[in-house]
């Protein structure tokens, strides 16, 4: 398929449009203007995020963030490296409320629409591949970034942050739930899902058949039918069928979806995570997720 590049070209262009909010740098100036006195000027909520999110975008340590901002604005309307850290640490709830309304797009979505469940992981401390192997580092090095997509609009339905000794099937189920539960709540509904053999399990399997939903999954290769189960089932398809046609019927080829997703997703933001505390963790992982989500919108349009 010709590529139109054109297109391509405008979205590329379009991840670049950071949008500086004038209202939120009037806010800032409205309160410094303001006397006071006692306790010194609290920057707003709205001001921290949009640091946070420059700060994942460029890939800035704090201190090269507060030097970025004050290319920005004035350096009375700046906080300190200090001061962004701990305001982020201590409003990373809060922060992920006040963009919770705005982390899916449900009207770009249609009635009925398929997720695509898969893992992959991400490093946590970045100190080199041959330094670890040296000197036998035993710190967590990784974690699972588990992920629901759409497999239309790429967007991120629900994501996961867990220790590597969690299951992929355990996790995905989660995912699905809250998918589900945030999809009924906008009038639409979870058609299929689609994932590889790491969520072929019978838990899975009727669990996507209590709610409904049609299981994308391949069963494992020499499966055995062991009763009258939804994973059953699958299995007699497949040997009725065979596999080929079988991938084809449920449109497994889709899964391909987030595959691209984890490309274009470390390509943007890198295979490490910036944070090392694990509410500072899961808050960066969020950002990224929600920046992502508003770049596959903008190319969807």
């Known amino acids: 398929m010709k ?11 379009k991840r670049g449009q950071i949008l500086i909010d004038k209202s939120l740098v009037d806010d800032c100036q409205q309160h410094q203007d303001k006397p006071k006195r006692g306790r010194p000027f609290k920057y707003p909520a709205t001001l921290i995020v949009s640091a946070l999110i420059l700060r994942f975008i460029f890939r800035l340590p704090y201190r090269q963030l507060e030097g970025f901002l004050k290319s920005l604005l ?7 490296f200090t001061t962004i850290h701990h305001r982020a640490f201590s409003l990373s709830q809060k ?3 006040l963009l919770k309304d705005t982390f899916v797009d449900f009207k770009s979505l249609p009635n009925e629409f398929v997720i695509v469940i898969d893992t992959t992981g991400m490093k946590v401390y970045n100190s080199g591949e041959w330094r670890s192997v040296r000197f036998k580092d035993s710190r967590r090095k990784w974690l699972k970034f588990h992920v629901a997509v759409e497999h239309k ?3 991120v339905m629900a994501f996961s942050l867990t220790e590597p000794s969690v299951h992929d099937s355990r996790e995905g189920m989660k995912l699905i739930h809250e998918v589900v539960q945030a999809s009924e709540r906008e009038g639409k509904r979870v058609k299929k899902v689609l994932a590889d053999k790491g969520y072929d399990t019978h838990k899975v399997f009727n669990f996507l058949s209590d709610m409904g939903i049609e299981a994308g999954i391949i069963p494992r290769k020499g ?7 939804a994973r059953d089932n699958a299995v007699r398809a497949i040997r ?5 046609r079988y991938k084809q019927r449920i449109g ?4 391909n979806v987030v595959e691209s997703f984890f490309a274009s997703f ?17 808050l960066e992982v969020f950002l990224k997720v929600w920046i992502h989500n508003r770049f596959s919108v903008m190319n969807s349009i």
């Open 252 to 255: 497994y080829s889709d899964r």
């Open 240 to 244: 009725r069928e065979g596999k080929k």
């Open 266 to 282: 470390k390509g943007m933001f890198g295979e490490s995570l910036m944070s090392r505390k694990w509410e500072s963790a899961r």
């Open 3 to 13: 590529r139109d590049w054109r297109k391509y070209n405008a979205e590329l262009i």
């Open 223 to 229: 499966s055995k039918v062991r009763g009258d189960s």
């Open 95 to 97: 922060i992920e409320s």
């Open 74 to 80: 004035p350096d009375s309307q700046i906080p300190r």
């Open 153 to 155: 609009t790429s967007q």
